[in-house]
């Protein structure tokens, strides 16, 4: 049976961001590193996108820190859509340049053909350097402190070459982190036991996760790893409704 567990992973001084999800700053020291990177990783419908435009949201809303949305996987319309069924207005924030969202899906629909977006993509790749451009750019226009990629592996399927891949993304999270930004790099599991190249590049990972109990699903949390940060070592269990996702503390009796 397991011990009853105090939650206390506050005593620390560094420069803290609240990531607005109820109940997890306080299970990751009371918030994660300013200017980090942090994986977000699950399969489909674990809550990743819900996560990270609900830390995009609390941040400019709530904490006066901008941020930008780029997405490689959804339209813009159809994210701002669905974040109203959290109560989440993004086109209020984006009007006034709190919030920046970015469509770099590969394929876009023009008039009756589907194609590459050559603004953004190089024949067949959107380059690393290009990416990193168009997000320092971004970043700039409306002084983003919060940045959301999603997904990174959309991202990392246009290459290859795994050597490239790491050296991308390394060059990609290293630009990220010198200016200052904290990004949620989401991240799709298929297979837990295939480590993808950014849990190794980033500074933290935190995994998602819904498994079947009984005839109910039941979603979790796991703070896998963040790099100087002491973090709980349990799997949480998450709620995912209309407000949103929050990470709930159980207190188990001995
Ligand atoms: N308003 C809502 N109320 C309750 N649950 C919701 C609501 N909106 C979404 N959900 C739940 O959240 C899930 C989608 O979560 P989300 O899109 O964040 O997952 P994801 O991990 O990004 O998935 P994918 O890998 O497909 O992009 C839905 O499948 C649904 O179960
Ligand atoms: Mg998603």
């Known amino acids: 049976m397991q011990k009853f567990v105090y939650l206390n992973y506050m005593s620390t001084t560094y420069a803290k961001v609240k990531t607005g999800i109820p109940g997890l700053d306080s299970i990751v020291s009371g918030g994660l590193k300013q200017g980090r990177s942090v994986v977000v990783s699950g399969p489909p419908g674990s809550g990743k996108t819900t996560m990270g435009l609900q830390f ?3 941040g400019a809303k709530d904490f006066d820190e901008p941020g930008v949305y780029l997405s490689l996987a959804q339209n813009i319309d159809e994210i701002k859509s669905d974040s109203k069924s959290h109560g989440w207005d993004f086109d209020d924030l984006i009007s006034k340049d709190k919030i920046l969202m970015i469509d770099a899906r590969p394929f876009k629909l023009t ?11 190089r024949g067949e790749q959107i380059p ?37 891949t790491r050296q991308g993304l390394q060059g990609l999270v290293q630009a990220l982190e010198s200016c200052g930004v904290s990004s949620l790099l989401l991240s799709e599991t298929v297979n837990e036991t295939q480590i993808p190249p ?10 998602l996760r819904h498994t079947r109990n009984q005839e109910t699903m039941e979603r979790s949390i796991q703070v896998t790893k963040l790099r100087g940060i002491r973090h709980s070592e349990q799997i949480h269990p998450i709620e995912l409704d209309e407000n949103g996702l929050k990470v709930m503390h159980p207190r188990l009796m001995p």
Do not use: C, P
């Open 198 to 207: 950014e849990w190794f590049v980033s500074s933290g990972v935190i995994q």
């Open 111 to 121: 008039n009756d053909s589907i194609g590459k977006d050559d603004s953004l993509y």
């Open 56 to 58: 995009l949201y609390a």
């Open 128 to 164: 690393f350097e290009h990416l990193t451009k168009l997000l320092l750019s971004s970043i700039k226009r409306v002084e983003a402190k919060r940045i959301v990629i999603d997904s990174i592996t959309i991202l990392e399927m246009q290459y290859s070459d795994e050597f490239n």
